[in-house]
């Protein structure tokens, strides 16, 4: 017979192992039940991230189609003139132009001119006649003294086109040290194999003097081959005839007579390579050619234009220099209005003034805020070399 002590003891194992067996299958329980639940709620949350890269990539391709939609309006423009020019060719027959002109007309319409017959308003339809709106020869008449006014007179390029970041350097020559090589330098220093695949460097060297500029594409190249080679870099010169004659300029703002020279000439130049530069990629970067770059700053600019056109943020320019026109970011679909606008008022006012001009006249209402438009950058990325 057992005794009392060896069944208290049989009866805590039994109790003991009763309880482990409730609390097994309790946690068996609190799996089979908490982790499907748990694995429920987190993919029934929505995944941000994806939301956000989703957004991102839509903005992305809606910046690209102003891009392509511009350049279709350029060839546009292209089949216009030439349409006018036949046009004109064409209409010099005029018989055979009104003829053309009835066949085509709605049995109605006939009827109408058949009943106005004899009166000299029954010639006015489709007179062959366009109406022609002022061009850069309405605001730089100097340019028509010299047919090659508007060609390169140098161009070193590998045609490289369709890429997401356009960056444009004027350079002139300096009386003492050029720091063009090392602008070039640090912004090839600071984009990765990927960024330099996606960009163009283009410099204009805003002289007329052949040697300069033979002196200055020699010492690219030899100093950066391969970038030349790949497209990265690629340099442009203005024909002589592209410049007025600075002397005959109009005093304006109280300035110096060298002074309105200067920003005068900046304004021509500026005007000039963004008007290169507007069909080869999607946005543009004004910079100078003394100036330094933090790394990765073409991914950071690119970043901060699709965040700001996938939030729906309305914006002309995106800002990450606080120094005058340097590190101003635009698409290039928009270059347009800034070329047509220092062309006309380039005599006028210098660079920076012509753009808050701009900005103040596109958003129709000069007590809005600027910013809405204007964006700055939270960190400079540019700044000048000291």
Not at 18 to 41: E, M
Not at 294 to 310: D, L, Q, V, W
Request: include cysteine.
């Amino acid at each position: 017979m057992l005794s009392s002590a060896q069944l208290l003891n049989m009866t805590i194992v039994n109790l003991s192992m009763s309880s482990l067996r409730k609390r097994n299958c309790f946690f068996v329980f609190i799996f089979i039940v908490f982790v499907p639940f748990c694995l429920f709620v987190i993919l029934s949350v929505p995944d941000i991230s994806s939301e956000e890269t989703l957004l991102q990539r839509l903005a992305e391709l809606q910046v690209r189609i102003q891009y392509l939609d511009a350049m279709y309006r350029s060839r546009q423009e292209e089949l216009q003139e030439l349409t006018q020019h036949i046009d004109q060719i064409y209409n010099e027959d005029s018989t055979l132009n009104s003829s053309a002109n009835v066949q085509e007309l709605r049995p109605d319409i006939k009827q109408m001119l058949k009943n106005m017959s004899g009166l000299y308003a029954a010639n006015g339809l489709n007179p062959g006649v366009s109406v022609k709106f002022p061009s850069a020869f309405h605001f730089l008449p100097h340019l028509l003294d010299n047919p090659s006014s508007l060609k390169l007179a140098y161009l070193m390029s590998k045609n490289r086109e369709g890429v997401s970041l356009v960056l444009g350097i004027p350079t002139v020559k300096r009386e003492k040290y050029s720091y063009l090589m090392d602008t070039l330098q640090n912004l090839i220093d600071g984009l990765s194999p990927e960024e330099a695949n996606d960009t163009i460097i283009v410099i204009l060297i805003a002289e007329t003097a052949m040697e300069y500029i033979l002196q200055i594409a020699k010492e690219v190249e030899m100093k950066f081959p391969s970038q030349v080679e790949s497209g990265l870099i690629e340099i442009i010169a203005p024909s002589s005839g592209y410049y007025p004659n600075f002397d005959k300029l109009r005093i304006t703002l109280g300035d110096s007579s060298e002074r309105v020279k200067w920003r005068s000439k900046q304004n021509l130049d500026y005007a000039f390579l963004m008007s290169y530069c507007q069909t080869k990629g999607t946005f543009y970067v004004q910079l100078e050619d003394d100036i330094l770059a933090k790394p990765s700053y073409a991914t950071i600019m690119r970043k901060f234009a699709i965040e700001k056109t996938a939030k729906k943020d309305p914006w002309i320019v995106l800002d990450f220099c606080q120094l005058g026109f340097i590190g101003k970011l635009f698409k290039t679909a928009e270059l347009p209005w800034l070329i047509n606008f220092f062309q006309m008022f380039f005599n006028d006012k210098p660079v920076d003034w012509l753009l808050d001009y701009l900005i103040n006249t596109k958003i129709c209402n000069w007590e809005k805020n600027v910013s809405i438009i204007h964006w700055h950058f939270s960190n400079v990325v540019f700044k000048i070399i000291s």
